[in-house]
């Protein structure tokens, strides 16, 4: 396998549910990211992970928690959930924090919450 | 303020033909980098050019160039000979050196290329 898988690529979930969304890189990054993509809006930063270590939370509600075991691999866990979470989760690595590293994304987790 | 401006929400072009597709952009950072994604309805964001803030001459991959006007803060995404694959989501992003790990997304343009 190579780049970065995200599973499920599809999720349905209700508002009580607990469940949880797996990301795997390939690449031998060193950085790993959650982004959320939601209907007409830019893409929201929620996670970085940086050498395994958190360096950004952009006041994520505290239903989404992240964790990141090593350097291939980012969960994030769900729980209570709101309708409005529904959206389009990404996950992305590069392989450094300078300024020319772009980018790898996986296809995406669709999430819908009832 | 917006980091980055995509003011296009839709495009359409003919099969074959050129298409530019519009992003400014706001930072104080002298380095930063510029790049451009390609999100087909499958969702997954392909990375499709980078240019450096520091590059002299404006990036191009096969085709696809990026119209570099620094003064101007814009790159424009240029697309030649349009394929009907080429019908997605496009978004332009920057990174600065400051902000490290920090990407800031447009909210994207959707090119529709009719055969």
């Known amino acids: 396998e190579t780049g970065v898988t995200q599973t499920p690529r599809h999720l349905v979930m209700g508002m009580t549910n607990k469940k949880s969304l797996k990301c795997e890189q390939h690449?031998?990054?060193?950085?790993m990211y959650w982004y959320k993509q939601s209907a007409k809006k830019p893409l929201e930063l929620m996670f970085v992970?940086?050498?395994?270590?958190?360096?950004e939370n952009n006041s994520v509600p505290s239903r989404f928690s992240p964790e990141c075991p090593n350097s291939s691999h980012l969960f994030l866990h769900l729980h209570t959930l709101q309708p409005e979470d529904s959206a389009l989760y990404l996950c992305?690595?590069?392989?450094?924090?300078?300024?020319?590293?772009?980018?790898?994304f996986g296809e995406g987790s669709r999430l819908t919450v009832l | 303020a917006q980091k980055i401006t995509q003011t296009q929400p839709g495009m359409f072009v003919q099969e074959k033909e050129a298409v530019t597709l519009d992003c400014t952009y706001d930072?104080?950072?002298?380095?930063?980098?510029l790049f451009w994604y390609k999100q087909p309805s499958s969702g997954e964001m392909i990375f499709l050019i980078y240019?450096?803030?520091?590059?002299?001459q404006n990036a191009t991959e096969g085709r696809y160039s990026l119209n570099f006007q620094k003064a101007r803060k814009s790159a424009n995404l240029v697309i030649s000979a349009s394929q009907l694959g080429d019908s997605a989501m496009y978004f332009c992003?920057?990174?600065?050196?400051?902000?490290?790990?920090?990407?800031?997304f447009g909210t994207g343009t959707s090119l529709t290329v009719i055969p």
């Open positions: 992003a920057m990174r600065e050196e400051l902000t490290g790990n920090q990407f800031y």
């Open positions: 240019q450096g803030s520091y590059d002299q």
């Open positions: 690449l031998g990054h060193n950085a």
């Open positions: 992305a690595s590069s392989q450094d924090s300078l300024a020319s590293g772009e980018l790898f």
């Open positions: 992970y940086n050498f395994k270590e958190q360096t």
């Open positions: 930072t104080s950072d002298p380095s930063y980098g």
